[in-house]
């Protein structure tokens, strides 16, 4: 059972400042203190709030004494100017700085800038209206979401090989081993590997081929068209689903990460994990990911998070004369608003790659809406985000069966890219770039806005 979520709720209220004097000022604190605590513990049941009442150092040092294992502070500031926020900031945890118009706003703008400057983990808000629950539902639910994260499991099925190098740090794998080490300590996610051969003796080789024809023909009885002629292909990626669920469960995972490609190509793995990463995301089994992106994985969990959106790896490729970007892959979510969603858009299993990549899936995407494309480069510590308008999906062999073009600052894109994050960008309905921007600073990341 996952340890329940722990947030330190510090309400900074001298008597006296630039709101006014006592009596009124404690009478009118404990009252607004009252309603907000009142407010969210209504919004959020599962959270855990220790709250302080802060009017000097004294009682901010022992309400930080107490709470040492909170995920982070929110501090309402209701009088100015003492400068009680500062000791806040500098605990190094996630801090959101809620501050009231009339009272809060000297020490607001003097210690959020400055935190600012000095590249701390603080967002904050600054309002007449500081008990509005749209806006505390959207600044806990940033401390929340790093809570899962903390708890979150990523098992990666890897090659012998590569599981070595994974686990310690050779010269031929200084990035590949850390890569891991610093998701570990932006996001607090766990990397689990299991070695490819345990894989498929433990459980690819158990799944009975009659178990797997049962999922395979509902696969195709579901898809708009199956173009697929080795129906071999999809009974075998049906057997490799069953196999992914069997390990999800067992080793408590909320995400799963094969190194396909390589598993494949050098005959550790039979199986494309395409049509069972469908499946997972439409029965919100776990968080699929291709080719064993790290960097992606972590993108993943963060969204599904923070707004249960499944994204769609992909490797950008751009039209510069068009202004026009083809995010394509093999695989792409049918459920593109949500895990477990009902509404499912049509998908063709096709070959891909001129034929020599087997059951892969042509997702007809959403057309005429935004979408955000997320990056991650772990050891600079940057998020890279940019947005794109759908224009269309593309049916062809060539590269990866499913591809979604979308209109965007290409010119931009292509100057600013960050190459440090790898090809791979995650693919998002809807405009998230506001809230990733957020809580990518409440994570200590840099955001570059590749179309800026």
């Not at 992914?244 to 598993?263: E, F, G, R, V």
């Not at 990463?277 to 919100?284: A, G, K, S, T, V």
């Amino acid at each position: 059972m996952q340890e329940k979520c722990k947030l330190g709720i510090l309400f900074l209220s001298p008597l006296s400042g630039a709101l006014g004097e006592p009596p009124k000022s404690g009478e009118l604190f404990k009252e607004k203190q009252k309603r907000i605590m009142q407010k969210l513990s209504q919004l959020f049941p599962d959270i855990q709030f220790e709250a302080y009442t802060v009017r000097g150092l004294d009682e901010l040092s022992e309400a930080l004494n107490k709470s040492r294992d909170a995920v982070g502070y929110v501090a309402f500031l209701l009088n100015s100017l003492y400068g009680l926020a500062k000791p806040i900031i500098d605990s190094d945890k996630p801090v959101i700085l809620i501050a009231e118009t009339y009272g809060g706003a000297g020490d607001f703008l003097l210690d959020y800038s400055r935190a600012r400057i000095r590249n701390k983990k603080v967002i904050g808000v600054v309002t007449r209206n500081i008990e509005d629950e749209n806006l505390l539902k959207r600044y806990i639910t940033y401390l929340y979401v790093i809570h899962k994260l903390h708890h979150s499991r990523i098992l990666f099925i890897l090659s012998p090989g590569v599981r070595t190098l994974a686990k310690a740090e050779f010269p031929l794998s200084i990035d590949l081993y850390n890569y891991l080490k610093r998701i570990q300590s932006i996001f607090g996610i766990t990397s689990i590997i299991l070695e490819s051969g345990e894989f498929v003796q433990k459980y690819y080789n158990k799944v009975s081929d009659d178990e797997a024809r049962k999922v395979a023909d509902n696969w195709i009885k579901m898809a708009k068209d199956v173009v697929e002629r080795d129906r071999d292909e999809i009974v075998k990626s049906a057997k490799l689903y069953l196999a992914m669920k069997n390990a999800i469960k067992d080793y408590n995972a909320d995400a799963i990460a094969i190194d396909c490609i390589t598993l494949y190509r050098n005959g550790f793995l039979d199986a494309w994990p395409c049509l069972g990463y469908m499946e997972l995301i439409r029965r919100d089994e776990a968080i699929p990911v291709c080719e064993a992106d790290a960097f992606s994985a972590a993108i993943l969990l963060l969204m599904k998070n923070l707004t249960n959106r499944p994204g769609f790896i992909n490797d950008p490729s751009p039209d510069m004369i068009k202004n026009e970007i083809v995010y394509y892959h093999c695989f792409a979510p049918i459920t593109p608003y949500g895990y477990g969603d009902r509404k499912v858009v049509p998908y063709t299993i096709m070959p891909a790659h001129l034929g020599g990549k087997k059951a892969s899936i042509y997702v007809e995407a959403p057309v005429g809406e935004t979408v955000t494309i997320v990056g991650l480069s772990p050891e600079e510590s940057i998020m890279t985000i940019h947005t794109a308008e759908v224009l269309r999906n593309e049916y062809s062999e060539l590269a990866c069966s499913t591809k979604i073009v979308g209109r965007a600052n290409v010119t931009k894109i292509v100057n600013n890219y960050s190459w440090r994050a790898g090809w791979h960008r995650v693919l998002f309905y809807g405009d998230w770039r506001d809230r990733l921007k957020e809580i990518a600073i409440l994570l200590g990341l840099k955001v570059i806005e590749e179309d800026k």
